[in-house]
């Protein structure tokens, strides 16, 4: 190992072994959450600037622990890949953002609500059959319902992931890529998938304005989406000179704590009201 200065190595070692034993605890937890259904199911708008529609939104995950403090996702969802729960989990969130999503539209505050798939989610042999059952089981209109992957799942058995988005586009859901640039992005994939939408990743957006790369990359994502016909949305927006810049470089769609952050259920049909 190396020297760390003094005291450092035994606050290291102490370190690994609260952390293995904070993720046995939070693996436990998560069992018992789905158990007892503790996961919470928030909504962040995103808005088209050019007449300030929301039109849509992304379902995103919560979950308190015992004390009442959010657990972050960032914590959670690796975790929950690793040991295999994301499925039970995205199932769950999946349920739940098509059910709100139905009653959403039945009080006349139609939107399409995007929900993100795990790549271990999208792996599973059933994934299509899982989505089929479901859709027909609420029979929900598909066009309420967008999935947003990220550009690993389609690097990997790429017949299957064709089949798979290209049965769940005839289903009528819309497919995203989430966080795109940051992944392997070949171009090849984006042409050969059925994909509707980039989702330009946040850590662009946060330095497009005073680092020359992060804008080129922001405008070659721009182009691209452009010229293979796709929608664009720009995550995680935080002021009115990013809105700016974006709009002036043809990108419309935000998404971000600029306009508004993630909220449950209750708050977002308010939130829907005013906005419509
Ligand atoms: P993501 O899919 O890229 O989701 C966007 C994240 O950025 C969300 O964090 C959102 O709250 C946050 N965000 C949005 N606008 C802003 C902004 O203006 N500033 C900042 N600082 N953050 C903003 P969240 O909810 O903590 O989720 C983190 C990640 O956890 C998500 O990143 C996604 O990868 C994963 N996740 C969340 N919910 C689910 C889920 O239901 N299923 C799966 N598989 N993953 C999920
Ligand atoms: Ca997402
Ligand atoms: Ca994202
Ligand atoms: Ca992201």
């Given at each position: 190992a190396k020297e760390l200065g003094r005291g450092r190595w035994h606050f290291y070692a102490n370190e690994i072994g609260s952390s293995v034993l904070a993720r046995h605890k939070l693996e436990q937890y998560l069992r018992h959450a789905l158990q007892e259904q503790l996961f919470e199911v928030y909504y962040q708008a995103k808005i088209d600037i050019r007449d300030n529609q929301l039109v849509g939104m992304e379902a995103l995950l919560r979950l308190r622990s015992a004390d009442g403090m959010f657990i972050s996702p960032a914590e959670f969802i690796p975790l929950a890949e690793e040991c295999g729960q994301i499925v039970p989990i995205g199932n769950f969130v999946m349920r739940k953002a098509c059910e709100d999503a139905i009653s959403w539209q039945k009080m006349g505050l139609k939107r399409r609500v995007s929900i993100n798939i795990s790549p271990m989610q999208f792996a599973q042999d059933d994934f299509y059959d899982t989505v089929y059952k479901l859709v027909k089981e609420l029979s929900i209109d598909t066009g309420l319902i967008e999935f947003e992957i990220t550009e690993g799942v389609l690097a990997k058995d790429i017949e299957r992931t064709?089949?798979?988005?290209?049965?769940?586009q005839e289903l009528g859901i819309k497919i995203s890529i989430d966080d795109f640039g940051t992944g392997y992005s070949s171009l090849l994939y984006l042409k050969r998938f059925p994909i509707?939408?980039?989702?330009?990743?946040?850590?662009?957006?946060?330095?497009?304005?005073?680092?020359?790369?992060?804008?080129?990359?922001v405008d070659t994502i721009i182009g691209l989406a452009n010229s293979l016909r796709m929608q664009l949305v720009a995550e995680g927006v935080e002021t009115i000179e990013q809105v700016k810049a974006l709009s002036a470089k043809g990108c419309f769609v935000m998404q971000g704590y600029y306009y508004c952050k993630p909220m449950p259920y209750l708050q977002m049909c308010h939130y829907l009201q005013e906005n419509t």
């Amino acid at each position: 190992a190396k020297e760390l200065g003094r005291g450092r190595w035994h606050f290291y070692a102490n370190e690994i072994g609260s952390s293995v034993l904070a993720r046995h605890k939070l693996e436990q937890y998560l069992r018992h959450a789905l158990q007892e259904q503790l996961f919470e199911v928030y909504y962040q708008a995103k808005i088209d600037i050019r007449d300030n529609q929301l039109v849509g939104m992304e379902a995103l995950l919560r979950l308190r622990s015992a004390d009442g403090m959010f657990i972050s996702p960032a914590e959670f969802i690796p975790l929950a890949e690793e040991c295999g729960q994301i499925v039970p989990i995205g199932n769950f969130v999946m349920r739940k953002a098509c059910e709100d999503a139905i009653s959403w539209q039945k009080m006349g505050l139609k939107r399409r609500v995007s929900i993100n798939i795990s790549p271990m989610q999208f792996a599973q042999d059933d994934f299509y059959d899982t989505v089929y059952k479901l859709v027909k089981e609420l029979s929900i209109d598909t066009g309420l319902i967008e999935f947003e992957i990220t550009e690993g799942v389609l690097a990997k058995d790429i017949e299957r992931t064709r089949n798979v988005l290209e049965s769940l586009q005839e289903l009528g859901i819309k497919i995203s890529i989430d966080d795109f640039g940051t992944g392997y992005s070949s171009l090849l994939y984006l042409k050969r998938f059925p994909i509707d939408i980039l989702k330009i990743d946040k850590s662009f957006i946060d330095d497009m304005l005073d680092d020359e790369s992060d804008e080129a990359i922001v405008d070659t994502i721009i182009g691209l989406a452009n010229s293979l016909r796709m929608q664009l949305v720009a995550e995680g927006v935080e002021t009115i000179e990013q809105v700016k810049a974006l709009s002036a470089k043809g990108c419309f769609v935000m998404q971000g704590y600029y306009y508004c952050k993630p909220m449950p259920y209750l708050q977002m049909c308010h939130y829907l009201q005013e906005n419509t």
